[in-house]
């Protein structure tokens, strides 16, 4: 069936190093993708959006990366903070699923000070 | 003031009781979402709702019903709970037309003896 999954469940990094979060989709049908950081106690937040006619957008120390080729897209957090902790979860939709988001796992980022 | 609310933040039941989560917002979206997120899991789709009068099963409908009084307000009901219908309930909105990143609640957080 269709999946969202990222690689990893969790990831640990030093203060002001760079993360990156992959993501891996099924559905080549896929056009719009969402990555939300979710912090603990907190409902999922919108971190940045890339449409399927882009292959790199950048946002404020984040940037996604999409590969439609190999159907993977990626976030990559610059100069990571302690207030970048959460868990992180891409998001895929596409038309023919009338708009609805399907969700993945979800990364739990962790920042060592 | 938040723009996507839910009552209550915290709730313990017992087997075979009938709940009723409430879902409320004021970004003035027509598209209004339940979702149940289970420890370490990413969010599964329980109910939709494009606008008023339409009301969508998810992934996991059974056990849950819901209502969509009015645009600003979209409740989620377990008619009989059960235990393994403890979890963390979101409500979300999103605003359509091409425009579906969710904007979410704070969340509910069941707990059924």
């Known amino acids: 069936g269709e999946s969202v999954g990222l690689h990893l469940p969790t990831l640990s990094v030093q203060e002001g190093d760079n993360s990156i979060i992959n993501c891996a989709y099924s559905n080549s049908a896929s056009d719009y993708f969402i990555w939300y950081k979710q912090e603990s106690g907190k409902g999922p937040q919108f971190i940045i959006d890339?449409?399927?006619?882009?292959d790199k957008r950048q946002g404020q120390r984040v940037t996604v990366l999409l590969n439609k080729t190999v159907k993977h897209l990626s976030l990559q957090i610059a100069a990571t903070q302690p207030g970048d902790s959460a868990v992180y979860f891409c998001a895929e939709n596409r038309r023919s699923n009338a708009g609805k988001s399907t969700f993945g796992d979800g990364t739990t980022l962790t920042v060592k000070p | 003031d938040a723009d996507v609310t839910q009552t209550p933040r915290n709730r313990i039941t017992k087997t075979g009781k009938r709940i009723m989560l409430e879902c409320s917002q004021t970004k003035g979206h027509d598209r209004m979402y339940w979702y149940r997120q289970d420890p370490g899991l990413g969010l599964q789709l329980i109910y939709y709702?494009?606008?008023?009068?339409?009301?969508n099963k998810g992934e996991i409908s059974d056990g849950y019903s819901v209502s969509r009084q009015a645009q600003a307000k979209f409740s989620l009901s377990l008619e009989s709970a059960i235990p393994n219908q403890t979890a963390l309930y979101f409500c979300?909105?999103?605003?359509?037309?091409?425009?579906?990143?969710?904007?979410f609640g704070p969340g509910t957080r069941l707990l059924v003896l």
């Open positions: 890339i449409r399927s006619n882009m």
């Open positions: 709702s494009f606008d008023v009068k339409d009301i």
């Open positions: 979300a909105t999103s605003e359509g037309q091409g425009r579906e990143t969710q904007y």
